[in-house]
């Protein structure tokens, strides 16, 4: 039987004035506009680094039913909220996820980081990147304060691959990265660009996929 991956969708925008003091009107259109259309929940923020920035994470079912989705009628009344509440066109990165329950403790975690890796020509994702990431998971669920990793291929780049990791605190990952992921990490490194950003992130209070953090236990 095939696995048909999660396919989350990633926005970092610049978020209008009257979205900033009061995202919910915006959510709650969101939420409505796409019920039953493939979205397993919506989570928004800010950026820890940078709260001029917004962030939200939808996580749809899969790829194939958040296209029909784009391609159906109603789809404007959820597009026209979402333009609405961002200045510019923001930075859109979808990713492939076969692991639903990592997903879900890391974006429910109090910090989670993103990390977004691109590869520089002429490395390969499969045989190079791959096994270094799959190294990096083991040795995170070992650290102190790491309550989940999930990784996978950015959906529209061939050459990016995407980790959400979720943490108890920043301390936690500031004391982690200068212990033994510090060596893994720095082969990633030498493959391709790394950027990491961190968000505390809420799950709009329809969304399907929930848990309380406090439940998960510290690895």
């Known amino acids: 039987m095939t696995v048909v991956p999660m396919a989350p969708e ?11 003091d009061d995202p919910t009107e ?55 909220p979402v333009m609405e509440a961002m200045i510019g066109s923001g930075e859109m990165t979808q990713i492939l996820l076969f692991h639903h329950h990592a997903f879900l403790k890391a974006i429910s975690s109090p910090i989670t980081q993103f990390v977004y890796i691109a590869l520089r020509p002429h490395h390969n994702r499969e045989y190079e990147l791959e ?13 102190s304060g790491c309550y989940s990793s999930s990784w996978g291929p950015s959906v529209e780049h061939d ?14 990952h500031d004391c982690a990265v200068k212990g033994e992921i510090a060596a893994t990490v720095s082969h990633i ?3 391709g660009s790394v950027e990491v950003k961190f968000t505390r992130l809420q799950a709009h209070p ?14």
């Open 26 to 80: 915006t959510l709650e259109l969101m939420a409505k506009s796409s019920s039953n259309r493939g979205p397993l929940g919506i989570y928004y923020g800010f950026d820890e680094q940078d709260p001029s920035t917004g962030v939200w994470v939808i996580a749809w079912k899969n790829v194939a039913m958040h296209k029909s989705f784009m391609a159906h009628e109603t789809y404007v009344d959820f597009a026209l």
């Open 131 to 143: 096994p270094l990431i799959q190294k990096l998971q083991s040795q995170l669920s070992l650290q």
């Open 159 to 172: 050459d990016m691959y995407v980790g959400l990791i979720g943490w108890r605190s920043r301390s936690d």
């Open 189 to 191: 490194r030498e493959l």
């Open 206 to 219: 329809t969304s399907m996929l929930q848990t309380n953090y406090s439940s998960v236990p510290i690895m």
């Open 10 to 20: 990633i926005i970092w925008f610049n978020p209008s004035e009257p979205y900033v």
